[in-house]
């Protein structure tokens, strides 16, 4: 048996890569139901200042046919007290680099209050979707 029934996460997962299928697979591997939040083409411009190269369509496409995600929703903000109250999530999973962030800090504590756990999860050595961006620029 699983240890958490509703499991939430979410990312921009442009230029899908095995980082990205390790997280959801660790995260599947610990709930029963994983709902994944593909970050919207808005919000990931309003955040960095540039879109991914991936609209937010195909990523949604992309995400939700791997087998580990029950479903998919749109991140069209960084309120994830409101997702995880809105999902009926009792964990959320992060990659471990946040741990120890002042954001993750306070959504610990805003989390603990609706009976949710954070769960932060390794990283995937070598791989992210910058080094994939460095990589093209470079050919």
Not at 48 to 74: G, L, T, W
Request: net charge positive; glycine share 6%.
């Amino acid at each position: 048996m699983k240890k958490f029934k509703v499991g939430y996460t979410s990312g921009v997962y442009d230029m899908f890569h095995i980082g990205h299928l390790n997280i959801l697979r660790r995260a599947k591997d610990q709930c029963e139901r994983l709902i994944v939040g593909v970050t919207t083409d808005e919000l990931c411009y309003s955040r960095k200042q540039k879109y991914p190269i991936i609209n937010e369509n195909d990523r949604m496409d992309i995400v939700r046919a791997i087998r580990f995600v029950d479903d998919v929703v749109a991140q069209s903000d960084m309120n994830k007290l409101k997702m995880v109250k809105q999902l009926g999530a009792d964990v959320v999973f992060v990659g471990s680099d946040w741990k120890g962030t002042d954001a993750w800090i306070n959504y610990e504590k805003e989390f603990a209050k609706v009976a949710c756990s954070v769960v932060y999860l390794g990283h995937t050595d070598g791989i992210s979707s910058t080094i994939l961006r460095e990589k093209l620029s470079k050919k």
